[in-house]
């Protein structure tokens, strides 16, 4: 790991020390997981890691629905305009 310096206000560093307690883990944890999350909402990251992101959720959800495959343009329509 490399060490890094940073300059949080008074509000973030208290906010970060509250997760930090909370979860039972180091304030340098929820950075890192801060700066992990910012990174992938960005779109960086490996492909291979886009790759297992996407993957992980194949299977997860289920609608109880037999005519997703085929309707999801509208389905998709109908969440934007939501």
Do not use: P, Y
């Not at 960086?44 to 109880?64: H, I, P, T």
């Amino acid at each position: 790991m490399e060490r890094k310096q940073v300059q949080l206000t008074r509000q973030q560093a208290e906010a970060v020390h509250r997760v930090a307690v909370r979860r039972k883990t180091s304030d340098a944890a929820i950075v890192r997981e801060a700066v992990d999350r910012w990174l992938r909402s960005r779109g960086r990251g490996s492909d291979k890691e886009r790759w297992q992101r996407a993957l992980a959720v194949v299977g997860k959800f289920a609608s109880g629905r037999t005519d997703i495959s085929k309707e999801h343009d509208r389905e998709l329509a109908e969440a934007f305009r939501s």
